[in-house]
Every structure is written in C-alpha cells, then in structure tokens.
C-alpha cells in the first residue's frame, strides 16, 4: 500500500477524493431542469438527511478527517478543506442566483448548519429525520431574501 | 496514571470533567443582573467567538471526542454528551423564557449553529471574528419570535 501511494498521509488524502457525495450532482442544473436556487441549496440538506438515516453514518468525512487531524496542512486536511470550499462556493453561486443580500454571509451560515447537523448527527446526539437541518436552512434562506 | 484512572478511557473522560466552559457561567443569570433571556443565548456565541480567536483553539473538546471516538459507549462520550446536552437545555430554558414559538426546536438549531461553528473555526476553515455564529444565531432568535 505505501510503495503505491507514497505514504500513510497520501493514502487517507487519496481516499477522501474518491467521487463526490450525491449532493453535488444536485447543485449543477441538468437540462431543462426546473429547480430554483432555493431548492437546490436545500437538496443538499435533505440529502445530508437521508445519509445520516443510513446505519454506520459518521458524519461528513470531510470534516471528521479536519477535526481529527487538527492539522490544516497534512494532505488529507488540504483534501477536505478544498471539498469544504466547493460546498460554501456551490451555495454562494445559487445564493446569488436566488437574489440573497449577501450571498457570501449566507453561503457560510449554511456552511454552520451543514457541518454541524453532520458532526451531531453522525455522533449520535441528534437525529436530523424530521428535517432539521433543511427546516433551519429555510429559516435563514428567508431572512436573506432567497424566495 | 492508570492507577489513578483505572483506564485510558476514564482518564480522558475525567480530563473532560474539568471545569465547565466560561459561557455556562453567562447562562444562569445573577442577583440583579438586567440580561435577558435572547442576550444569555447570544452570550454563549459571542463567548464562542472569543475563545475560536485564542492561539492554539482546535474547537470544542466535547464535540472533538464525539466525533473521534465514534463511539457512544465510550466513557468519555457519555461525558461530552452530557455537557453538550446541558447546553442545549440552557437553550431551551432560555428560549422558553423568552417566548420562543418552539423552544425545543430553537434549541436543536442553536446547537446546529453552535457545533458547526466550533468545529468550523477549530479546523482553521472558518473564523467567527466578524460576528458570524452570533449573527446566525440573531437571525434564528428573530425567525423563532424570541425579542
């Protein structure tokens, strides 16, 4: 394993940039598609929901792999930051799409509420089936004016 | 140590059993004191914030040992889950207190705000030093009725 990858640090970043999570299909519009800004940023809330329903669900790898490595620049950490980074851009772009105020503000308050549904839900003290992680999306969506 | 502990996992749980975090003490109002129930709540962020700008913060250790461990079982997760359910209650009291619509509702997404945060600032992802867990926190207080 390590004359494939190089070290132990390479194999955890290599197996955190195995495919995307099926929410990210969800941001980018097929054709015809008739979503709005608002529901696709809001997808990515039900989907995190029916994941953390699935047995063995530990949360986002992503940031277990930050909060465990408490080393931003280890390769797995770089790996996850970038993943991070195009989640908070993906709801940036539809935030402004969907006319938010302040579409960067925005795109990292849902960045909180996404990260933390994952860590609570994926440790086991919360459970995010009756849609609270999308319900308080929603909440904030409205106040910054995404219809 | 071990003789001490009995085991490594006792020894971490009794190294999280240290005195309570500085914000518990801004929950439990004192004689005289003018807070209302919405200020105490944004206390804890603003408290949040000041401890996320310290040299050497790596997040809160309740949610860290939560998600490291993956383990509910676990000594030292029993712990975490308490501390982190005695703040979500303070939530809700205060909530209730400040005439919240859905105190226990407003609570849970509190603490969506409030982990996702933590865990967001301890992994040098993001910084809470322009007010943003607070900000996000007012616009939940706001929705949910609580003035």
């Not at 390769?75 to 996850?80: F, G, I, L």
């Not at 105020?101 to 933390?116: E, N, P, T, W």
């Not at 994952?118 to 308080?136: K, N, Y």
């Amino acid at each position: 394993m390590y004359q494939l990858f190089g070290s132990k640090d390479e194999m955890l970043a290599a197996s955190l940039e195995r495919r995307p999570p099926g929410y990210e299909a969800g941001l980018s519009p097929g054709p015809g598609e008739a979503a709005t800004p608002r529901e696709r940023i809001l997808y990515v809330f039900e989907r995190l929901a029916r994941a953390s329903a699935e047995p063995g669900y530990h949360g986002c790898p992503y940031l277990a792999a930050l909060v465990e490595l408490k080393d931003p620049g280890h390769a797995a950490s770089r790996v996850a930051r970038d993943a991070k980074e195009r989640l908070k851009e993906a709801f940036r772009a539809q935030a402004e799409l969907g006319g938010a105020r302040d579409s960067g503000l925005l795109a990292r308050q849902l960045m909180l509420v996404f990260d933390g549904a994952s860590a609570r839900s994926g440790a086991g003290v919360e459970s995010l089936d009756d849609g609270l992680a999308t319900s308080t999306a929603t909440t904030l969506l409205d106040a910054a004016g995404v219809g």
